[in-house]
Structures are given as structure tokens and as C-alpha cells.
């Protein structure tokens, strides 16, 4: 009697650890990719206009997340599966701790950037910047929603693709989650070098976010939570121009 034979699919080798060119291109290209773009760009369009603004939106999802598909996955590097970003799954319990969780801290770092950037400047001017970027004009309802479709749901998914789903990731295949956690929240925090207080408040937001993917394993709650605090961050600033615009205009 013949038996019946059963292919059985091999193992999948795994994956080698991950080397320091790979994180240098990511921060080369991406990181330093945008910022020379930005400078660039930035001498060809006026300042102060809602161009300014969607030039920057535009910059920040081509390299950063642009890096993450060209030199992680185009290479064979990144999985976009393996980082839980495709499919796009979050459970509800996830979700909605996300949001809360991104909410219960937008006080706590709004402290913390205001003290930290106080301590730094002796005033909170330097901030003034950040505000421009996401609001360079009066308010208008195209300049709203032009912002918080651009700074509040494209450029958090880029960032956490870049950050946690590309940086997070490498540090994590290397070392453990304390070390991953800590350099790659570091980066994150550097990136938003245009004032000390938003590096401050950015570096818990990163903390926190690299805690969420480790334990959620997927990408997309770190998003949700940084979609959460962009796009709540977006509401309060376009409010405040809506309705006392002396507030935030010196």
C-alpha cells in the first residue's frame, strides 16, 4: 500500500541580525534626507504660508517613510508584516487604551516641555517655530484640515514607520527592549530639534509609543497614539485661533 506523503513547508531561516550600515543609511537618508530637503525647499517658499506647511508634511512622510520601504523592505531588510503594519490590526482594548493612554499624557508632557524649555531659554519663545509650522496663517478651514490630515494622521504614520517600525526594530533585533527603547526614543527626540521643549515632550511620547508596540506587537498602536496626540494638538491650536487668536500670536 502506497502512503501518502505530506509536504511540510521548511522553517523560515531567521532573520540576521541587523548591521550598522542599515542603521546608518536609515538616518542618513531618512533623517538627514529631510533636513536637507527642508533647508532646501525652505529658500524657494515664502515663509509664513500654508505652502511652508505642506511642503514640510509632504518631506516628512517621502523620507521617512519612504526610508523604511526603499532601504528596509526593497532590501529585504524590514518585513512590514513582521512590524505589524500590514495587515493594518489593532485589537479594541489596544485601541482605546491608546487613546487614552495618548490623552492622559498630553498634560504630563506639555509640563515637561514647558519646564525644559523654560530652563533652557528662560522664556518660551523658542517654540514659537513649531507653531508656525503648524499653523503659519490665521485660522482658515482649508489650513485646518490641510494640518490635520498632514500633521495629524500622514506624518505619525511616517514616523512610526520610521522610528519604531524601522529604528525600534533594529536596536530591538540587536540588544534588548531597555536599549531599544531608550536609543531609539532618543532619535525621536532629536528629530524634533527645533526647540528644547518639544525634544523634552517628544522623548516621553517616544517612550511610551515603544512600550505600546513591544507589548501590542503591532505598529499601529503607536500610531493611533500618535495620531491621537498630533491631531488633539491640532484641535486646541486651530481652536485657540478660532476663537482667541491674541493667545497665541505675540
Known amino acids: 500500500m502506497t502512503g501518502i506523503e505530506i509536504?511540510?513547508?521548511?522553517?523560515?531561516?531567521?532573520?540576521a541580525a541587523p548591521q550598522w550600515r542599515d542603521l546608518i543609511l536609515y538616518l542618513l537618508v531618512g533623517g538627514g534626507g529631510f533636513v536637507v530637503a527642508s533647508l532646501i525647499a525652505g529658500r524657494f517658499v515664502e515663509h509664513g504660508s500654508l505652502a511652508v506647511s505642506v511642503l514640510a508634511y509632504a518631506l516628512n512622510i517621502l523620507f521617512f517613510a519612504g526610508s523604511v520601504l526603499v532601504i528596509g523592505?526593497?532590501?529585504?531588510k524590514l518585513s512590514l508584516r513582521e512590524m505589524g503594519f500590514v495587515p493594518p490590526r489593532i485589537s479594541a482594548g489596544w485601541a482605546v487604551g491608546?487613546?487614552?493612554?495618548?490623552?492622559?499624557?498630553l498634560p504630563v508632557r506639555g509640563i515637561i516641555g514647558v519646564i525644559a524649555q523654560y530652563l533652557a531659554n528662560g522664556s518660551l519663545g523658542g517654540m514659537q517655530n513649531r507653531l508656525d509650522v503648524i499653523a503659519p496663517e490665521s485660522f482658515t478651514w482649508v489650513g485646518f484640515l490641510v494640518t490635520l490630515i498632514g500633521a495629524g494622521?500622514?506624518?505619525?504614520?511616517a514616523e512610526e514607520?520610521?522610528?519604531r517600525g524601522a529604528l525600534f526594530t533594529w536596536f530591538r533585533q540587536r540588544y534588548n527592549f531597555p536599549v531599544a527603547m531608550f536609543a531609539s526614543s532618543l532619535l525621536f527626540a532629536l528629530g524634533h530639534f527645533d526647540a528644547i521643549g518639544v525634544v523634552a515632550a517628544s522623548f516621553i511620547l517616544a517612550l511610551v509609543n515603544?512600550?505600546?508596540f513591544e507589548k501590542s506587537k503591532s505598529l499601529?498602536?503607536?500610531?493611533l497614539m500618535h495620531i491621537t496626540t498630533n491631531s488633539f494638538a491640532?484641535?486646541?491650536i486651530y481652536g485657540a485661533l478660532a476663537f482667541a487668536p491674541q493667545a497665541l500670536r505675540p
Do not use: D, K, N, Y
Open 98 to 105: 491608546a487613546i487614552l493612554l495618548s490623552l492622559a499624557l
Open 161 to 163: 514607520m520610521f522610528f
Open 234 to 236: 491640532v484641535l486646541i
Open 7 to 15: 509536504a511540510v513547508p521548511a522553517p523560515e531561516a531567521p532573520r
Open 220 to 223: 499601529w498602536t503607536p500610531i
Open 73 to 76: 523592505v526593497a532590501r529585504g
Open 210 to 212: 515603544a512600550w505600546a
Open 153 to 157: 494622521i500622514l506624518v505619525p504614520i
